[in-house]
């Protein structure tokens, strides 16, 4: 039997519809190690398809436009050292919503909002 999905992807990822797809992807692989997978562009240019790989998982995601406007997101992401993904973050351009701290349950966790309107929290398991 075939497999339903293609090899290496979970069976959910976020989808994300974006006010600068371009500027995310960027985010996406200067702050979080991501690694584009593949990209479909409209007619005019504009992004209507795109993926990233994050650890082990693709974000999929969308330049908005009058059929499909952008929406606000917040996307929840474990990494290896919260404090240095904070930093990295901010370098690549985000803005703090939060920095890292440690919360009531096991993580320290810190948020972000990126130039294409996702705020992104990054958490690493203190225990």
């Not at 293609?6 to 690694?35: Q, R």
Request: proline content about 7%.
């Amino acid at each position: 039997m075939k497999d339903w999905k293609p090899a290496g992807y979970t069976s959910v990822a976020p989808y994300l519809v974006v006010s600068d797809a371009t500027a995310t992807i960027k985010f996406l692989v200067d702050a979080l190690d991501g690694t584009q997978l593949r990209t479909v562009l409209r007619p005019d240019g504009t992004i209507m398809h795109a993926e990233v790989r994050i650890d082990d998982t693709v974000v999929m995601l969308a330049q908005g436009n009058d059929q499909w406007p952008p929406a606000p997101s917040s996307v929840h992401i474990y990494v290896r050292d919260v404090d240095a993904s904070y930093a990295r973050a901010l370098a690549a351009g985000a803005t703090s919503i939060m920095p890292p701290a440690r919360q009531d349950d096991p993580d320290k966790r810190g948020g972000v909002k990126d130039a294409g309107g996702t705020s992104w929290w990054l958490a690493t398991q203190a225990v």
